[in-house]
């Protein structure tokens, strides 16, 4: 007590600014110890929450294979499903336990197929986990929206399309990139028609990630690209790129020739990416009489185009080229040069005197 | 001088070095609570991201990682079966021994089965010239693996011949005594698949200390809290920097600074600007200032951008010898760079980055040791006066004290809510210890540290790397 009264009389007679500071370390003080006990407290919610996820990851895992492979034996699964889902519909209503739920029928779903597949899909149609999802369409956080989304096209939840077609222009990205995922998972090529009014730009993530869900499938009917190679999107057209190539579309060759004017330079060189991987012959001429007003990047392309299809016909075009002053313009050249007039090749390396990079001539003559 | 005026003076002091403490802890309190919002942000959109899809596409960008290695012997063999086991469908490793005097190269010719071939290096970027040459291995397993065996030059000359020998799109340079987990270049790889508005030209990822860690076959098993108090306090500092500090500059899209042991770039544009710096120590640091002052100069709209994720990992020095040597070199770097580009302090011209990003660095990491000097000089020669206040001195130091405590529990509590790496029992209590002790038992010595290097970079212009000693990833657990 006096300890405290002499604390007490020491502080009043401070100035101000050694008041404040005394304060401030004081909440600074009370601070540290709250964040001291908190920490400790998490670590603990921490290590419990991971315990209780695998208890319960196998507690379900364990519940659902048996249900499920009961029913191939002794063809009694309507009962027990419906007894199971009574209990998944309890447990529901507890987000951690929902989760986990979910997520054990995922994880089960993607490691098995036919009939054990569609009982997994029937538990989550039959349950309320549906109407949960349906829930998170309509939260006002983009994360749940999301989730709402993702765990449909996971489910393969074809009856919600209306719902989440709404969402096609969402502001946030993400679930914009769901609602894409959504489609293009169940609705295949038609799912991309989504594609023919699209303002926001398509970013390569997202185009990688449609692409891989696209080439999972068999025997399907690819639709006309035209239109899309045409968008005024130019996410679009990148995309629309990738398919005709992916997808070997040589009826569009009229209209990538047209893209090699394109106003952009990403899909100029993409599209002659395309006539490179396509073979077409008629570009030569075009990309011979355009090549000198190309960029540094197009006229690379060119030549790399050109490595798979030069002929006698390109000589003079291919020794213009020889003493470019791009590295890998020079070399592209040179090498063509040496494949399909060797003589004249070897007469470049008579004059060689005028080649700064000798290296470059001896690699070729080597290899 | 009369007294009064004398007072005067040590007024004007003493407000002067409030104003920078007060500025000093106001910068960092707003770097944390930006970096809060960053995390939040991050960990709700990547759990929507599927990384499996990039894993396997035929369609991935290609990327090659570049590993520089002097005199790595010790454990080059398991490091590089590391980097050639990432999960990444498009990518390569180019080792460059740069003119090593140990037996790197033959252990790898060795263990890869490597060929001298001929190969046609494009010469972009100045270099010193080969040794032995470039190898490739003749068994298909190793398919990746390039390494090319030059006369020395120092890492920056051998990350540039590195950018020299690549084929791909964006270039990973790492050092190679360093740990990548499997997925770090699918995560690495994203920002610049992802945004659509500006140009990624780089991409930072996060170091973590892997002292007294389990290591196997090149692959993270366990992760362990180190014994020595040195190797905790530089975790407790390195979960700081990248959780707190780095997470809030990558949000004002204002990094400075990208770890020279992994980081990812747009390799036209690193090529562009002229490869690494060989005069400077601080090669890594200069690389991403001078792209962004080339940027935007150019006006393009570009971002820096920054993986949280612990996906490299590496061993970090366990006395203070070594750690002085470490910090020294960084210090003389940070100087390097900050000298060599002063035409951005200050400059409306390159908005965020002269008028924010460098400033800061300047005024904080830059000047801090300085005017902590200067403050222990001043109070040194106040005590001789018989000047001090006591009071103030006391209240002063336990709240300078408080809230670097304060800062390194949030860095705790953040990779607590994020990461979770360290989960043993005890190992809470551990952190938490080492964050009350770590400005008595580290801090010192990074002072003393950057001091050396002020020195060392005014008077002793010929003193570059120093040397590191390594135990080796596989060897740090025992």
């Not at chain 2, 979960?239 to 990094?255: E, I, K, P, V, Y």
Request: aromatic letters at 12%.
């Amino acid at each position: 007590m006096e300890t405290f009264k002499i604390l007490q009389n020491y502080f009043q007679q401070l100035p101000i600014e050694l008041k404040f500071v005394w304060i401030l370390s004081f909440i600074l003080t009370v601070f540290a110890i709250i964040f001291t006990v908190y920490l400790k407290i998490l670590r603990i919610s921490l290590r419990k929450k991971e315990a209780l996820t695998i208890k319960y990851q196998k507690e379900y895992e364990d519940l659902l294979l048996s249900f499920l492979f009961e029913e191939i034996e002794n063809n009694e699964l309507s009962n027990k499903q419906n007894q199971f889902i009574k209990k998944i519909e309890n447990e529901i209503n507890n987000n951690f336990k929902r989760e986990i739920i979910v997520e054990t029928l995922l994880k089960l779903k993607n490691e098995v197929s036919g009939e054990i597949e569609t009982a997994i899909q029937d538990i989550y149609l039959k349950s309320n986990l549906k109407e949960h999802a349906y829930k998170q369409l309509k939260s006002k956080k983009w994360d749940k929206v999301a989730n709402g989304i993702k765990e449909f096209t996971k489910f393969k939840v074809k009856e919600a399309y209306p719902e989440i077609k709404k969402l096609i222009k969402y502001p946030k990205k993400e679930v914009r990139k769901e609602v894409e995922l959504y489609l293009v998972s169940l609705f295949h090529f038609e799912g991309l028609e989504f594609l023919n009014d699209l303002k926001i730009s398509l970013s390569e993530w997202d185009q990688i990630e449609l692409l891989e869900e696209l080439q999972k499938l068999d025997n399907q009917e690819i639709p006309d690209i035209t239109v899309w190679l045409n968008s005024k999107n130019d996410s679009v057209v990148s995309f629309s790129l990738k398919l005709a190539k992916i997808y070997n579309k040589y009826e569009t060759v009229e209209t990538l020739l047209k893209l090699l004017d394109h106003k952009n330079q990403k899909i100029r060189l993409q599209v002659i990416d395309v006539l490179t991987h396509l073979q077409v012959l008629d570009a030569k001429d075009i990309l011979k009489n355009s090549f000198k007003k190309r960029s540094q990047e197009e006229k690379i392309a060119i030549f790399k185009m050109f490595e798979n299809i030069c002929e006698l016909s390109d000589e003079d075009f291919i020794v213009e080229n020889t003493t470019n002053s791009n590295f890998e313009i020079q070399y592209l050249a040179i090498k063509m040069l040496k494949e399909i007039n060797e003589k004249a090749f070897n007469y470049l390396l008579k004059s060689q005197n005028k080649f700064k990079n000798k290296e470059l001539l001896k690699f070729v003559q080597n290899n | 001088m009369n007294t009064t005026t004398l007072n005067t003076i040590i007024q004007i002091i003493h407000y002067l070095f409030f104003s920078y403490a007060f500025l000093a802890i106001f910068s960092y309190v707003v770097l944390s609570i930006i970096s809060a919002f960053e995390t939040i942000d991050y960990f709700k959109k990547n759990s929507f991201v599927n990384y499996k899809k990039i894993l396997s596409s035929n369609i991935a960008p290609s990327i090659s990682i570049i590993a520089p290695a002097y005199n790595e012997s010790l454990n080059i063999v398991e490091n590089v079966r590391s980097l050639l086991s990432n999960h990444y469908a498009n990518y390569d490793v180019i080792i460059v021994n740069d003119g090593s005097k140990d037996n790197s190269l033959e252990l790898l010719i060795k263990a890869y089965d490597l060929v001298k071939i001929n190969y046609l290096i494009n010469p972009q970027l100045k270099t010193q010239p080969l040794r032995k040459g470039v190898f490739k291995s003749t068994n298909p397993a190793f398919e990746k693996l390039i390494v090319v065996d030059k006369e020395n030059g120092g890492k920056a000359d051998a990350l540039n011949m590195g950018l020299n020998i690549s084929n791909s799109k964006y270039v990973a340079c790492i050092d190679v005594d360093c740990l990548l987990l499997e997925d770090a270049l699918q995560k690495m790889v994203k920002p610049f698949l992802e945004v659509t508005d500006k140009k990624v030209v780089a991409t930072g990822g996060v170091i973590r200390i892997a002292n007294n860690s389990i290591i196997k076959e090149g692959k993270l098993m366990e992760v362990n809290l180190p014994n020595k108090l040195i190797e905790r306090a530089q975790i407790l500092e390195y979960l700081r920097s990248f959780l707190l500090g780095r997470m809030a500059w990558s949000r004002l899209n204002g990094l400075l600074v990208i770890s020279g042991a992994f980081g990812m770039f747009h390799k036209k544009i690193a090529i562009e600007i002229g490869g690494y710096d060989t005069s400077t120590v601080g090669e890594d640091m200069e690389i991403i200032v001078r792209m962004r002052r080339h940027l935007e100069e150019q006006k393009v709209n570009y971002k820096v951008a920054y993986i949280p994720d612990p996906l490299c990992w590496t061993e970090a020095p366990d006395n203070y010898k070594t750690f002085v040597s470490q910090r020294n070199r960084w210090t003389r770097g940070t100087i390097e760079v900050l000298r060599k580009h002063r035409k951005l302090a200050f400059n409306p011209n390159y908005r965020n980055l002269g008028l924010l990003s460098y400033p800061y660095w300047l005024i904080f990491e830059r000047l801090a040791p300085v005017v902590e000097v200067i403050g222990i000089i001043y109070f040194g020669i106040l005590l001789a006066l018989r000047e001090v206040k006591w009071d103030y001195a006391l209240a002063f130091f336990i709240l300078a004290y408080l809230f670097t405590t304060l800062l390194s529990l949030g860095a705790i509590y953040s990779e607590e809510l994020t990461y979770h790496q360290y989960k043993k029992k005890g190992t809470g209590f551990k952190l938490i210890l080492i964050s009350l002790l770590e400005p008595f038992v580290l801090h010192p010595f990074v002072l003393y540290a950057a001091v050396r290097g002020n020195l060392d970079y005014f008077f002793n212009k010929k003193k570059k790397w120093g040397e590191m000693t390594r135990k080796g990833m596989g060897n740090i657990n025992k």
